[in-house]
C-alpha cells in the first residue's frame, strides 16, 4: 500500500506559483511529511520539511491541514531551472525515507 | 549544508566483475548511511541500511551477497556490487544521517552511475 499519492506530472510558465499537493492518507503520528527535488542524473535535495500547520523557507512553503491527510508543496514563481521531480516522503524521523513516483514538475517559458 | 560524495561518479565494467562504490560524508559524521538505486524514469528504490560497525539491513529482494555492504567508519560506507551483469546497470545514490544532537535531515550524494556490459 503505498504511503503517498501524487500527481504524475505537472507543466507551468515562468513566474507562476505551484502547488503541488499529495494525499498521505494512513499517516501515522509519528510521521513527518518532508519533500524533495531531483534533477536528471543527480541525487535528491531536501526542500522542506514539516508536522503539522505551515513551514515556510527560502525556497517553498509547506501546508499541512489539521487531518494531516494530505499536504501542499507550494513553490513561488517559478523559473526554468525548478524543472525537476517532486518527491513527497512520509515518515518517522529515525526511519529511511522511501520513495513514491514523484512529481515531474516541467517549468514552460 | 552537510555535503555527501561518492566516487566514481560513473563506471563501466565487463560483465562479470566486481564493482565498488564508496560514500563519504564530508563534513559530519554520518551514524546511518542509506544506499539506493534507480533505473530511468523510476523513483528511487532503497536497497540497504548501515549502521557504523554493524551489518547492513537489506530490503526485502536484495541480494546481500551480491550487493556487499560495508560502513567500517563514520564517513565512509562503500557498495561492493559483486559479480555484475548488465540487469545491474542503474544509478547509485548513497545517503547519509547523523541523529546525534536531533538532526534528521537525510543527506544525498551525486549519485554514481552503473553500466555493465
Known amino acids: 500500500l503505498a504511503k503517498t499519492t501524487q500527481p504524475i506530472s505537472m507543466d507551468s510558465y515562468e513566474g507562476q506559483e505551484v502547488n503541488i499537493t499529495c494525499s498521505h492518507n494512513?499517516?501515522?503520528?509519528?510521521?513527518?511529511i518532508t519533500w524533495y527535488q531531483q534533477f536528471p542524473s543527480q541525487g535528491p535535495r531536501f526542500i522542506i520539511q514539516?508536522?503539522?500547520t505551515k513551514v515556510t523557507n527560502e525556497v517553498a512553503s509547506l501546508f499541512i491541514p489539521a487531518d494531516r491527510k494530505s499536504s501542499t508543496l507550494s513553490l513561488p514563481r517559478v523559473s526554468l531551472s525548478d524543472t525537476a521531480v517532486y518527491y513527497c516522503?512520509?515518515?518517522?524521523?529515525?526511519?529511511?525515507?522511501?520513495f513514491g513516483k514523484g512529481t515531474r514538475l516541467s517549468v514552460i517559458a | 549544508g552537510a555535503v555527501v560524495s561518492q566516487h566514481p561518479s560513473w563506471v563501466i565494467c565487463k560483465s562479470g566483475t566486481s564493482v565498488k562504490i564508496e560514500c563519504r560524508s564530508l563534513?559530519?559524521?554520518?551514524?546511518?548511511m542509506f544506499w539506493y538505486r534507480q533505473f530511468p524514469k523510476q523513483s528511487l528504490m532503497l536497497m540497504a541500511t548501515?549502521?557504523?560497525?554493524?551489518?547492513?539491513?537489506?530490503e526485502q529482494g536484495v541480494e546481500k551477497d551480491k550487493f556487499l555492504i560495508n560502513h567500517a567508519s563514520l564517513t565512509l560506507s562503500t557498495l561492493t556490487v559483486t559479480s555484475a551483469h548488465p540487469e545491474d546497470s542503474s544509478f547509485y545514490i548513497c545517503?547519509?544521517?547523523?541523529?546525534?544532537?536531533?538532526?534528521?535531515?537525510?543527506?544525498f550524494g551525486p549519485g554514481t552511475r552503473l553500466t555493465v556490459l
Open positions: 514539516g508536522y503539522k
Open positions: 563534513d559530519f559524521q554520518a551514524t546511518t
Open positions: 494512513n499517516i501515522a503520528t509519528n510521521d513527518y
Open positions: 516522503l512520509v515518515g518517522a524521523l529515525n526511519t529511511p525515507l522511501v
Open positions: 545517503s547519509a544521517r547523523d541523529l546525534r544532537g536531533g538532526y534528521n535531515e537525510q543527506f
Open positions: 548501515s549502521n557504523e560497525g554493524s551489518k547492513a539491513t537489506y
